[in-house]
């Protein structure tokens, strides 16, 4: 079935970039996303890309997608510690049409001052 | 325009017991999704309703759980005789699908703890 992977932890240092990968499986997905979830909240749609994109930038966002190696990643620029968070990849099921998404496991970025 | 609303944001619940999660949408969005996020993991889909239709529960479990989106009022995800591997943290999602963008805004979550 679909499967999103992502690496589990990523640390870095304030003011530096941060980018946080990701690989799917699914390769009719349409849109790919990424969400930020802060300790105890839900989750926020930080940015999308479609799937016929190479790139996105949205501010400090960058979004680049290979869709080839069904590669996704997100490049933070000038990370602060407010950055501070777990990052989720998350791809919508092709295969059912309902709009449900497929999540990764999550990479928590840790931002030291 | 207030977000996506879940109560409680805290549920504790004893083994046996019932729990029951209540999900308001963003204003003028029919389309909700529930997800379940287990401790270290990421949320996996449970069930996708419309007003007055389950659309897809293809992640519920088989037994014990329902869920329902009346036409008046806020969506519910109902555990029956709750297991303490239902402890988790129970998301909902509300879209407005007026285009192929499937964008879901998130609730805060309800933490269900089950001892």
């Known amino acids: 079935g679909e499967d999103v992977e992502q690496s589990l932890f990523l640390s870095v240092r304030e003011g530096d970039s941060s980018v946080i990968n990701c690989t799917y499986t699914?390769?009719?997905?349409?849109?790919l996303y990424w969400y930020k979830q802060e300790p105890g909240a839900g989750l926020q749609l930080l940015t999308y890309?479609?799937?016929?994109?190479d790139m996105k930038q949205d501010q400090r966002l960058t979004v680049l997608l290979n869709k080839k190696d069904k590669h996704l990643s997100l490049r933070i620029a000038d990370t602060q510690t407010g950055d501070s968070a777990i990052y989720f990849c998350?791809?919508?099921?092709?295969?059912?049409?309902?709009?449900?998404?497929?999540f990764g496991q999550g990479t928590t970025l840790q931002v030291k001052p | 325009n207030a977000g996506v609303m879940q109560n409680p944001r805290h549920l504790v619940r004893r083994r046996g017991q019932e729990a029951r999660l209540r999900c308001s949408p963003m204003?003028?969005?029919?389309?909700v999704y529930w997800y379940r996020q287990l401790p270290e993991e990421g949320l996996k889909f449970m069930v996708y309703?419309?007003?007055?239709?389950?659309?897809?529960e293809s992640g519920m479990p088989k037994e014990r759980f329902s869920a329902e989106f009346p036409k008046e009022g806020p969506s519910i995800l109902r555990i029956q005789q709750v297991v303490r591997g239902d402890s988790a943290a129970y998301f909902c999602?509300?879209?407005?699908?007026?285009?192929?963008?499937?964008?879901?805004?998130f609730g805060p979550g309800t933490r269900l703890t089950v001892t």
């Open positions: 999602a509300s879209s407005q699908r007026q285009s192929e963008i499937y964008e879901q805004y």
């Open positions: 699914d390769s009719s997905s349409t849109y």
């Open positions: 890309i479609f799937s016929n994109m």
């Open positions: 998350a791809e919508n099921d092709s295969s059912s049409n309902t709009g449900k998404l497929i």
């Open positions: 204003k003028g969005h029919s389309h």
């Open positions: 309703l419309q007003k007055e239709n389950i659309i897809d």
